[in-house]
């Protein structure tokens, strides 16, 4: 038998469903430590070179109209994931305002978690808010975020702007952080910053940029991730 399901409690089961796993995902096995230890000795700190955004090419118009048809791919799903769970299999109220919102996802990622996460629902039978539909979802979050990572070329630039303030805090010398951090925490940083969109990816770039000298590394890049990465999906308050 269906379910009355009211907007806050609607978020919470949602959320369960795997949204909280697209974080995990990005940030395991890597970020929450010290960077892999420098072979060399430090060196004189080398300048960064000029940061460029992997997106350049696109145009901004090109971009927004792509995030606006991602983000309703999102809705739709959203709205049936509603009607599953609801006595009410005539919409969703919060659907317009849904359409209306923006988060940090790149539009390729999020239309392919959306797509994904809908053809789930469609084949799973029975109460989608259960373990065994929020491990399909996050299926589809982990799947999304592999297919958009970004290419090691495209990190290069955000590797300049945090080994460019690591070298400058004399922590480590330039050429080492790099080596360091792209064998390290290369995959990773692939996989979150790949999920992003350009107004994710300016972020990112910004607060590595303002990294505590002396302070642990990998708690810091962490802390510049988590808040953008809560942001990749949209759910109603």
């Known amino acids: 038998m269906k379910r009355t399901i009211r907007g806050p409690s609607f978020r919470a089961a949602a959320f369960r469903l795997g949204v909280a796993s697209l974080i995990a995902a990005a940030l395991a096995s890597g970020c929450g430590g010290s960077p892999p230890p420098a072979a060399s000795a430090k060196a004189t700190a080398r300048p960064a070179p000029a940061a460029r955004d992997g997106q350049g090419a696109r145009t901004a118009a090109v971009e927004q109209r792509a995030q606006r048809e991602a983000q309703r791919a999102w809705c739709v799903y959203l709205e049936e994931l509603y009607e599953r769970a609801s006595e ?32 789930a629902l469609r084949r799973f039978e029975g109460d989608p808010f259960t373990p065994a539909y929020a491990e399909e979802v996050s299926r589809c979050g982990a ?8 290419p090691r070329s495209d990190l290069a630039p955000y590797m300049a702007v945090l080994c460019g303030r690591l070298a400058g805090c004399g922590d480590l010398d330039y050429a080492t952080c790099r080596q360091s951090l792209e064998d390290g925490l290369g995959p990773q940083l692939e996989r979150a910053i790949g999920a992003m969109n350009s107004r994710g990816r300016q972020e990112v770039r910004a607060c590595f940029g303002k990294l505590a000298c002396g302070g642990d590394l990998g708690p810091q890049i962490s802390a510049c991730l988590e808040p953008i990465m809560d942001d990749l999906l949209w759910l109603p308050g």
């Open 88 to 119: 009410q299999a005539n919409g969703w109220p919060k659907f317009e305002e849904c359409t209306q919102r923006t988060t940090m996802a790149s539009p390729r990622m999020l239309r392919a978690t959306s797509e994904c996460s809908l053809a």
């Open 143 to 150: 799947e999304a975020m592999t297919a958009t990572s970004l």
